[in-house]
């Protein structure tokens, strides 16, 4: 069985596949956008996907449908397995710092559809006490 993070890098890899058959840069500045832009076909225009990520117009639909693809290529991942599904909640949960901070909601909220409060806290709660267990 494949690992969360093996899935997390395959993924990883299909979304910089796309943003490279998307012409998707990214630009901080206006230096940086001089620099990193992409090549535009006569009479096309730049348009901003958030986070300083810029692209063609004409990729705009391309770039939408592929992430969609992406996203649910990954959860059909995760559904084939229970134990890699609570695998990739305590990754969001570690990811979002949710053992320091005690909170588990930013981990819930960026899982998203398909995971309920009561199984992301159940995973919080089984780790937090298992953390006490090698504590004390």
Sequence with gaps: MRTIHEIKKEEQE???QLF???LVFWAFSNEQFVENKTPLQDGEKYVSIGAGGYLPKSNVGKLTEG???IRA????EIKKS????????LYALNNHEC?????YTDAFYTLGK???KKEVYQVYQAEVEKNRELVH
């Design 99 to 103: 053992f320091y901070t005690g909170d």
């Design 114 to 116: 398909g995971y309920t």
């Design 82 to 89: 229970k134990d890699l599904r609570r695998e990739f909640i």
């Design 73 to 76: 290529w990954h959860k059909a």
């Design 14 to 16: 299909k979304y910089n």
């Design 20 to 22: 490279k058959e998307c």
């Design 67 to 69: 992430m969609k693809s």
